[in-house]
């Protein structure tokens, strides 16, 4: 089992654009009992209500949504290049049809608290939600946002309290 150091968020050396944009990430909700992870490439980092957080976005036909919304904690797990290939699957595959974990072969791992990340993974937020909001048609100021989507599929915003981060070691 790899080893994990735990850090504060101000000792994340990270880019935090090159973690969601570049590198990509697994958001994991659930239990031991079940869950599901999808990847995360539109997301980021930073300080909101005095507390570091994270935000992602779900769109709300997502197997993924389900487990985030029955769930006050999450993760959000990001991996060397070696694993682009897993995050591709979990990206295009649907958590009812297919069995990621088995497809992809990476190892689940509980917190104390029971949870979900991966083993694998070289980052790992684990994050309590704070805040959710859809976003909307209405609240779209430029067509940049517009053209990202094709009818009724605005994302969920999620904004998370960071409340550890563990780092390979």
């Keep these: 089992m790899k080893q994990f150091k735990e850090i504060t968020p101000y000792q994340l050396e990270a880019n935090p654009f090159a973690l969601f944009n570049k590198d990509w990430g697994l958001v994991t909700a659930g239990d031991k009992e079940s869950f599901n992870t999808m990847t995360v490439s539109w997301g ?6 005095n507390k570091p957080v994270a935000f992602t976005f779900i769109r709300p036909q997502r197997y993924t949504i389900k487990f985030t919304e029955a769930r006050e904690y999450s993760s959000i797990c990001f991996f060397e290049e070696d694993f ?9 595959k649907s958590g009812r049809e297919v ?3 088995k497809e ?32 909307n048609e209405q609240s779209a100021l430029d067509d940049l946002v517009r053209k990202n989507y094709s009818g ?5 915003m999620y904004i998370s309290e ?5 780092r390979a070691e």
Excluded: N
């Design 44 to 49: 980021g980092v930073g300080i909101l209500w």
């Design 152 to 156: 009724d599929d605005y994302h969920r």
């Design 84 to 92: 682009r290939a897993a995050l591709r699957l979990c990206g295009s």
């Design 99 to 101: 069995d990621k974990v």
């Design 104 to 135: 992809t072969g990476l190892t689940p791992a509980f917190t104390d608290e029971g949870v979900p990340y991966f083993e694998e993974a070289k980052l790992v937020l684990i994050c309590k939600k704070l805040y959710a909001q859809d976003f």
């Design 162 to 166: 960071i409340v550890r981060i563990l």
